[in-house]
T-cell receptor, first 111, second 114 residues
Framework: SQQGEEDPQALSIQEGENATMNCSYK?????LQWYRQNSGRGLVHLIL?????REKHSGRLRVTLDTSKKSSSLLITASRAADTASYFC???????????FGKGTTLSVSS | EAQVTQNPRYLITVTGKKLTVTCSQN?????MSWYRQDPGLGLRQIYY???????DKGDVPEGYKVSRKEKRNFPLILESPSPNQTSLYFC?????????????FGPGTRLTVL
């Protein structure tokens, strides 16, 4: 029951540049969340945006949500080598009881 | 420190030998779940539990069992492991608001079934 699809699948940038990842989903949602996973490790929650919110910030992260287009974006500003990781969006369907994860975007930041 | 712990972290076993992966959380969360992560397939939910003695199937429950006798523990049981269960497994928990709230993940268990 794949719901979220991230785009691009992989992204390579230089330190200091901005990284933008997109997520599209199919059904109505309660909220959408972004997680980060360093290689082979557990996922770490980054930010949660509710369906009635359009934009949210946390440090160098900015998340937008467009429910009319069923899409979200994650912007990481002034990226660092330590941002190298996989990023997943997860949607909480209105009628569901569990998060549904996308397949992720792999971000590589080189110094 | 608030955390979800899993044991073992790495396990190599043979087909058919029963095994249990333990999961424990110290945040008094009611909701717990198990995921498996495979290349190209992302995270898929195996089982989840809304509270003690309340469990239900996720997207890929075949070949797995779970139990929730205590609030803090949610073990994953493979009665007769097969090679297609070779994967990276994650336990996660969240508040009483349910699985749609922020999930806290364990560090993962890498399982290889020969």
């Amino acid at each position: 029951s794949q719901q979220g699809e991230e785009d691009p699948q992989a992204l390579s940038i230089q330190e200091g540049e901005n990284a933008t990842m997109n997520c599209s989903y199919k059904t109505s949602i309660n909220n959408l969340q972004w997680y980060r996973q360093n290689s082979g490790r557990g996922l770490v929650h980054l930010i949660l945006i509710r369906s009635n919110e359009r934009e949210k910030h946390s440090g160098r992260l900015r998340v937008t949500l467009d429910t009319s287009k069923k899409s979200s974006s994650l912007l990481i500003t002034a990226s660092r080598a330590a941002d190298t990781a996989s990023y997943f969006c997860a949607t909480a369907p209105q009628a569901g009881t569990a998060l549904i994860f996308g397949k992720g975007t792999t971000l590589s930041v080189s110094s | 420190e608030a955390q979800v712990t899993q044991n073992p972290r790495y396990l190599i076993t043979v087909t058919g030998k029963k095994l249990t992966v333990t999961c424990s959380q110290n945040m008094n969360h009611e909701y717990m779940s198990w995921y498996r992560q495979d290349p190209g397939l992302g995270l898929r939910q195996i089982y989840y539990s809304m509270n003690v003695e309340v469990t239900d199937k996720g997207d890929v429950p075949e070949g797995y069992k779970v139990s929730r006798k205590e609030k803090r523990n949610f073990p994953l049981i493979l009665e007769s492991p097969s090679p297609n269960q070779t994967s990276l497994y994650f336990c996660a928990s969240s508040t009483r608001l349910g699985g749609t709230d922020t999930q806290y993940f364990g560090p993962g268990t890498r399982l290889t079934v020969l």
